[in-house]
């Protein structure tokens, strides 16, 4: 591509650089010059203008993202038409953004002609939202440049929600109130709703490790994920919720995570059911780090510990002021 000043005579075909305006003319940057146009700069006195005129080996910038976008682009996704050079991916489903960050960091790095933005990996979008662009950042790129981005593939998708069964325990002491469980199933049915799933048991038991374990083999035998929401906080592996899990005949897959709000929360499995200890700050609306686990759930994810354990960086979350602990205070949850 050749870029820079020519006589107006001699730019027939090429593509404006920068905008121009005249009293009597606008043409906006990105446009080819046609016979009319050189005409009418012409008339109104412009002699020289600035263009990029694309070689035979080149692909124009719209073209160019056209052609990316479709190989970028996964299940669960749409493109849109190309417009100066940029192609926007919607979610076609509700579900959970998958990306391959290694691969969208090898397609960044062909050239800098091509750029590829996401929204953050693993986040949970609705139909009809931009996850992603493409963009070309000159008029034109060579054609050996788009053909090696090209091989690096499939970038993005979305993974959908699954129509899962979610049950929910309640574990009740002298101190805790009707109340808060009941906010607590209203905060729960709203955290669901994206994914299109209604709660679809809940029942309450006393903080007992027997009363809680039945609990927990009943609802696991009908339901593909239990959430304990307890009286009182999970601070240990022997504590009451991991411990009826236990005796119930379910497994501790990890117990913590570095995401602050949701340090307490523990992962568990019970035949093919999920078992999720609620962290105290999962009573709350706010983002913490049990709706990252949930949504993986819900969108079919298995999760394991190292993936627990691999979400730190970017972990520390906003504060959530109605913690009995504030985080300046001391966080527990």
Not at 24 to 38: N, T
Not at 74 to 86: N, P
Not at 118 to 141: D, H, W, Y
Request: with cysteine; net charge neutral.
């Amino acid at each position: 591509m050749k870029f820079g000043p020519v006589a107006v005579a001699h730019a027939l075909g090429a593509h404006v650089a920068h905008a121009v305006r005249t009293e009597a003319l606008v043409l906006k940057k990105g446009h080819r010059l046609s016979a009319e146009d050189i005409s009418n700069l012409e008339k109104q006195g412009v002699d020289e203008i600035v263009v990029a005129q694309l070689d035979g080996g080149d692909i124009g910038e719209d073209a160019a993202a056209q052609d990316l976008a479709e190989v970028f682009c996964g299940a669960g996704l749409r493109v849109e038409k190309a417009f100066t050079g940029r192609v926007n991916f919607f979610a076609s489903t509700a579900g959970l953004l998958k990306i391959d960050v290694a691969k969208v960091a090898l397609a960044n790095g062909v050239d800098e002609a091509i750029t590829f933005a996401t929204l953050p990996n693993l986040r949970s979008v609705q139909a009809g939202e931009m996850v992603a662009t493409v963009k070309i950042i000159p008029f034109s790129v060579p054609r050996p440049v788009v053909d090696q981005a090209r091989h690096v593939g499939k970038l993005i998708q979305v993974l959908p929600f699954k129509p899962l069964k979610v049950g929910v325990i309640s574990t009740l002491l002298p101190g805790l109130k009707p109340s808060v469980v009941r906010k607590t199933l209203a905060v729960m049915q709203r955290r669901l709703a994206p994914a299109g799933i209604a709660l679809a048991h809940e029942v309450r038991v006393l903080h007992d490790i027997d009363d809680l374990a039945f609990a927990i083999e009943d609802m696991a035998a009908a339901h593909h994920v239990v959430i304990i929401f307890g009286a009182s906080a999970i601070t240990d592996r022997r504590d009451v919720i991991p411990a009826a899990l236990e005796a119930a005949g379910g497994v501790i897959v990890h117990f913590g995570m570095p995401v602050d709000p949701g340090n307490l929360l523990l992962l568990g499995r019970l035949g093919k059911a999920w078992v999720l200890g609620a962290p105290g700050c999962a009573r709350s609306p706010k983002e913490n780090g049990f709706d990252w686990v949930l949504q993986r759930l819900l969108a079919g994810m298995d999760v394991s510990a190292a993936d627990i354990k691999a979400l730190g960086v970017g972990g520390l979350l906003m504060e959530i002021g109605s913690r009995p602990q504030p985080r300046l205070g001391g966080s527990d949850e």
